[in-house]
């Protein structure tokens, strides 16, 4: 083999892996954060981060910089369909990004459409955490059926029989008829013992959609309905594969605002405690003799205080496990 013609396939060689690099390079990505504070002025000054991607190895590319004074960052790298993830912060101010959609679509340039889109988000002030009462409920499961079971959201546990609790804030009634996973029933309800106890539907706040502190800051004064709250399941073979809910266990922007422990004198409110509910409460029929229910809940125990901003390095709950710990202020 001549020198020449070694030299022809080094080159043709070369060119090869030239081709396949250009083959499979990442398109390129440029987006533009526009960070806002909750009266929607600019937010200068805020830390954010792109996650973009290396254009040949697909391996993690952060862009890191500061809004300026209208807010605004801009960064630009290699990126595949799933888009540009990013991360906001500010001292403060609660963590939050911006709502970077996926991609789609690629111009002739080999650049992801829409080239330079803005994309606004809002970052909310820390106001006044407070230690409250908080924990997850995963495999909660009711002591007997055709009974009112109430649970104590301070203690953390049933009431007696049951556990160590002392007062009925929620008090749970199951009835089941299950025969088998494809033809069964079962219902649960949830009560309150004080006349004004009760339960209000809430969402995320207008700004919370992209922070990690999402409710309103206070619970509503009133409103509360008295009304029990029922959850349903069942399963006929008659009616298809999935079971019957009346929850929604995806819907993590809904929740409750709950009253308990209110007393009333002369048409006035003169001691009650304030807590939400995130997420909906799910209830589970199966590996379970009575029923599993599960909901996450946050309890303020000063009577009046509807102060729903939590510290989460201070619950007031202790001994729980990592699942039974919330992390969302």
């Known amino acids: 083999m001549t020198m020449k013609t070694k030299s022809l396939i080094c080159l043709g060689a070369l060119l090869g892996v030239a081709a396949v690099k250009t083959q499979f390079e990442l398109p390129l990505a440029k987006v533009t954060v526009r960070v806002l504070d909750e009266a929607q002025r600019p937010l200068p000054g805020a830390q954010v981060s792109l996650g973009f991607k290396n254009r040949l190895t697909s391996d993690d590319v952060f862009v890191r910089g500061q809004t300026d004074a209208d807010g605004r960052f801009t960064g630009e790298g290699g990126a595949g369909p799933t888009g540009v993830s990013n991360e906001i912060t500010h001292e403060g101010y609660y963590q939050g990004w911006a709502p970077i959609p996926k991609f789609y679509e690629i ?44 649970y104590d959201l301070e203690a953390g546990d049933w009431v007696a029989p049951w556990g160590k609790g002392k007062t009925s804030d929620f008090v749970f009634k199951a009835t089941r008829d299950y025969r088998d996973w494809f033809n069964f029933a079962v219902e649960v309800e949830l009560e309150f013992t004080q006349p004004k106890d009760g339960l209000l539907s809430m969402t995320w706040a207008e700004h919370g959609k992209h922070s990690s502190f999402r409710w309103e800051r206070s619970a509503p004064e009133t409103g509360y309905a008295r009304p029990h709250l029922i959850r349903f399941i069942n399963r006929d073979p008659r009616s298809g594969e999935h079971p019957t809910l009346t929850f929604d266990s995806s819907a993590k922007d809904k929740g409750y605002f709950f009253r308990v422990r209110t007393v009333e004198k002369n048409g006035q409110i003169i001691a009650a405690n304030y807590g939400k509910i995130v997420g909906d409460i799910g209830i589970e029929a199966r590996d379970t003799k009575t029923c599993i229910i599960y909901f996450t809940y946050y309890l303020n125990p000063t009577s009046l205080d509807r102060n729903m901003e939590w510290d989460p390095t201070r619950n007031l709950l202790s001994g729980l496990s990592w699942e039974e710990n919330p992390r969302e202020p």
């Open 107 to 150: 111009d002739p340039l080999n650049h992801w459409k829409p080239w330079d889109q803005t994309y606004t988000t809002t970052l909310r002030r820390i106001g006044k955490p407070v230690p409250l009462l908080a924990k997850t409920l995963r495999k909660l499961e009711i002591p007997a059926l055709g009974q009112s079971c109430g």
